[in-house]
């Protein structure tokens, strides 16, 4: 899904409406769609030239930079173009197979693999140059991660470690440490949301059983669940998500540094499925365990550093059994989810998105090289087999949550625009889904709200967003940073207030026009939908602002922000829950131990086990009581 088309509220312009609003959402959602099929190709032609298509591919890279790029915007057909006039001159891959392992997804989603993967194509549509500019982001964010302090309790176990795991092994687990830190400070964790993709419709007068039928699968009517509401571009810029989306991000990120991640998944209690539990890397054949629930590494039985695999399925003591209790435990009525028995046969599921497992992918990623590199193309086949070899993995699946990203998209995008929206109300009615159609109307809305019009309605919010995924976060000689923008992006509680009260106000600061007459009253929903809009912005900047300073490693002025301005504000920011974890890091790394140990403890969100674990195992002054 393409970023967030935004409109400057400074410049004068007809006034908008909610209904505005959702025309441009749709066609946010739907553009690559249409764009999929009318992408521009380039047919051989003997006039080319080996070096004009080069310089095709050059422009078409150079294009793909343009922070304001979109799936809409006339750049992107530039880029196909350039695509394929470069890879028509290119000799295919040889002996080119689609890989097996995708006939192991879900019936459901074999036909998203195919019309999204085209996996021997060698055209490229609007809808690549989406999946490249995403693989971009995923490439800037990972390379100044990897760059950023290593923790320094997991340094020194690093340094004490460096003999057995050998120079190479230990730089890679540095490196996704950093990786996996950065997404459990960023993405603030979400609830996971109930699993309504295996609901069966009601049974027919006669009471014979029925399958559900695709069209009618959760994700493709729209409905959220676990994993899919958004996509890994979404996941970084708007900040948030489940544990199953922190750990899908955390692969994609480790894959741009060569790291291949897999998600551990358990035997479910009552549930036929194996339950997603936790993220492995792959280093040197060894599985290193990290859990984005709890936003910790699984650490040895002595509490350092990382645990592997193979000591978890050897060593009950690490999650523990029926009657003994694990290291992960927080007493006898909180234990951990995954206990030592369910650790012995795991399923390994693996990111195959679909355009990663495509011909003209890895052709073009064949081809670029230095600071051109990105990781556009993965082997489903070798790191299957490099996962079997583990005594624990009992199969390796493609985890499909990135073509039920796809399928939800589209379908929150047919709910939102309400066509066809009787047929569909009685299709939802008649699969005796939990709750009516109406409800799912408004949750898809007031999500819409919180998401694409806060950067609908400040630009300032969108640039300062593209600038900290960059890691630019202050102004650097004639390019302001992150913080610059943020700070911009929060106006003052009196404009908002006049905005929202005072026609003349509006026109005056931010061109926003009201219809005379009449028709005025029909302008009061775009007014309150706005006035939203910049509230949300608000509150994102200031709290982004913090994770900033977080970052560039200002820790003081963090600690302001984080505290005073997000936590200590008027009104309760909904980044309260990253903020309050933020806030503990931050008074770790200040030496204040036991004011972020009241931080931890006093959390109840997703997290909350985690940061108990975390307040448990940090050191203590000998003149305070554990």
Not at 377 to 402: C, E, F, G, M, Y
Request: proline share 6%; charged share 25%; aromatic share 10%.
């Amino acid at each position: 899904m393409s970023s967030p088309t935004v409109t400057v509220l400074r410049k004068r312009h007809p006034c908008c409406c909610w209904q505005a609003g959702l025309v441009l959402l749709l066609s946010q959602l739907l553009g690559c769609e249409s764009a999929q099929r009318s992408a521009p190709t380039v047919k051989q032609r003997t006039t080319t030239t080996q070096d004009a298509s080069t310089r095709e591919l050059k422009n078409a890279l150079e294009l793909l930079q343009d922070p304001n790029l979109t799936g809409q915007s006339p750049t992107a057909g530039k880029i196909a173009y350039g695509l394929n006039a470069w890879i028509s001159k290119q000799p295919p891959i040889p002996n080119w197979q689609t890989p097996e392992l995708t006939k192991t997804l879900p019936t459901e989603v074999q036909r998203v693999f195919r019309q999204r993967a085209r996996s021997t194509s060698q055209d490229f549509n609007i809808e690549d140059v989406v999946f490249l500019r995403e693989t971009l982001w995923l490439r800037d964010v990972s390379s100044w991660i990897v760059k950023q302090q290593l923790d320094p309790k997991f340094e020194r176990w690093l340094g004490d470690v460096r003999e057995k795991l050998g120079d190479t092994t230990t730089s890679k687990l540095g490196i996704a440490h950093r990786l996996f830190d950065w997404t459990v400070r960023n993405i603030q964790l979400d609830p996971i949301s109930p699993d309504f993709r295996d609901f069966v419709p009601k049974t027919s007068a006669d009471n014979s059983d029925q399958p559900a039928r695709p069209q009618h699968y959760a994700p493709r009517f729209g409905i959220p669940g676990p994993g899919y509401r958004f996509s890994a571009e979404q996941l970084l810029l708007y900040g948030h998500g489940d544990f199953w989306q922190r750990s899908w991000l955390f692969m994609l990120l480790a894959r741009q540094q060569g790291i291949q991640v897999a998600m551990l998944s358990a035997p479910g209690i009552a549930s036929k499925k194996p339950l997603p539990w936790c993220t492995a890397v792959l280093l040197d054949e060894r599985l290193f365990l990290f859990d984005t629930r709890l936003g910790l590494p699984i650490p040895e039985e002595n509490r350092r550093g990382v645990v592997e695999l193979t000591e978890v399925v050897r060593n009950p003591r690490i999650l523990g059994t029926t009657e003994l209790p694990g290291l992960l435990d927080l007493n006898p009525q909180k234990r951990y989810p995954v206990r030592h028995a369910d650790a012995q046969k795991v399923t390994a599921f693996i990111d195959g998105s679909p355009h990663y497992l495509s011909r003209r992918m890895q052709q073009l990623q064949e081809t670029l090289t230095g600071d051109q590199r990105i990781v556009l193309a993965t082997s489903t086949t070798d790191l299957a087999n490099r996962l079997t070899r583990h005594k624990a993995i009992d199969q390796v699946q493609i985890w499909p949550i990135a073509y039920d990203t796809i399928l939800y998209r589209l379908g929150r995008a047919k709910t939102l625009s309400r066509d066809d929206r009787a047929l569909r109300k009685n299709a939802y009615q008649a699969m005796g889904w939990p709750g009516d159609y109406d409800t799912l109307e408004k949750l898809l809305l007031r999500d819409y709200e919180f998401h694409d019009v806060v950067f609908q309605f400040s630009t300032s919010l969108a640039s300062g967003r593209k600038q900290h995924l960059r890691g630019k976060f202050f102004k650097h000689e004639d390019e302001p940073g992150a913080a610059n923008y943020y700070l911009q992006a929060r106006v003052s509680d009196r404009d908002l207030n006049n905005f929202l009260k005072d026609p003349r106000f509006r026109a005056r600061q931010f061109g926003f026009g009201q219809r005379a007459g009449k028709d005025k009253n029909r302008d009061q929903a775009g007014v309150e939908l706005a006035h939203r809009g910049m509230q949300r912005a608000k509150q994102n900047a200031t709290y982004w602002i913090g994770l900033a300073n977080y970052d560039a490693g200002r820790f003081e002025v963090a600690l302001d922000w984080l505290e005073n301005r997000t936590l200590g504000a008027r009104e309760e920011s909904p980044w309260k829950v990253g903020a309050r974890y933020n806030l503990g890091r931050t008074l770790e790394i200040l030496g204040r131990v036991a004011d972020a140990r009241r931080v931890y403890f006093g959390d109840d969100s997703a997290q909350s086990h985690g940061n108990t674990l975390r307040a448990r195992w940090l050191t203590m002054p000998s003149t305070e009581n554990p």
